[in-house]
């Protein structure tokens, strides 16, 4: 398994600003997920982050709104953009440790928007 | 778009029953196939992996895996309060061994005294 954590794990953010969330992965990974959770529902893939390549983003999301870093095998960003209250939600990086098949999350960051 | 489909319940049993969670998927070439999970307010935590057609049991989880359905499932045998959660089925983007995973939307389950 591996051991994932993410900073802040809350915020609150004003309208119009950026935030950015960090994840930490305590072994090496290839790829890194984020993901974005609603309450209620489930789990949406924003985008997969290879370490030395560009992000790849699901349709709906875009890099400007949601720039990603990976400057090495254990750590990753994600910037919430220019943000407005539909960008309240649970956001959660995960990693496939190496060796492994298994994708594990991090405890998530959870941000409100007013 | 692959699709992962769950009764999203909720679903409610008795502790010390068999609490029976299933899940059918789109792409009949998914090879890898996980359950999660997910306590109210946490974060999604693995569970179960199989990757093999039949059974695969982990305590009191087993995990059964029909790849000619597309269906697999989760049975929590000796259920108990403390699994009262939402279980989250994920299927691997075909032809991959690390790639994405599509979710479903979780059934929730309540395991009363």
């Known amino acids: 398994s591996a051991v994932i954590s993410q900073k802040p794990s809350r915020d609150i953010c004003q309208r119009g600003t950026s935030l950015t969330i960090q994840c930490q992965v305590d072994s090496q990974v290839t790829m890194m997920f984020w993901y974005r959770q609603q309450p209620g529902q489930s789990l949406t893939l924003i985008a997969t982050?290879?370490?030395?390549?560009?992000?790849?983003?699901e349709s709906g999301f875009v890099i400007d709104k949601f720039p990603i870093s990976r400057p090495n095998l254990t750590f990753s960003t994600l910037t919430v953009s220019n943000m407005s209250p539909e960008d309240s939600s649970i956001y959660l990086c995960?990693?496939?440790?190496?060796?492994?098949?298994?994708?594990?999350f991090g405890p998530g960051t959870r941000l409100t928007v007013t | 778009q692959k699709e992962v489909e769950q009764n999203s319940g909720p679903l409610s049993v008795p502790e010390g029953a068999i609490a029976s969670l299933n899940c059918t998927y789109s792409d009949r070439g998914s090879q890898s196939f996980f359950w999660y999970r997910q306590y109210s307010g946490k974060s999604p935590e693995l569970i179960m992996s199989?990757?093999?057609?039949g059974d695969k049991e982990d305590g009191r989880f087993t995990a059964q895996l029909n790849k000619a359905s597309q269906y697999v499932s989760l049975l929590i045998r000796d259920s108990q309060p403390s699994d009262s959660a939402t279980y989250l089925c994920a299927v691997r983007e075909r032809g991959s061994t690390l790639g994405r995973l599509y979710f479903g939307r979780g059934t929730q389950l309540t395991v009363w005294p």
């Open positions: 995960s990693a496939v440790p190496g060796g492994s098949y298994e994708q594990y």
């Open positions: 199989i990757y093999s057609n």
């Open positions: 982050a290879n370490q030395g390549s560009e992000a790849t983003y």
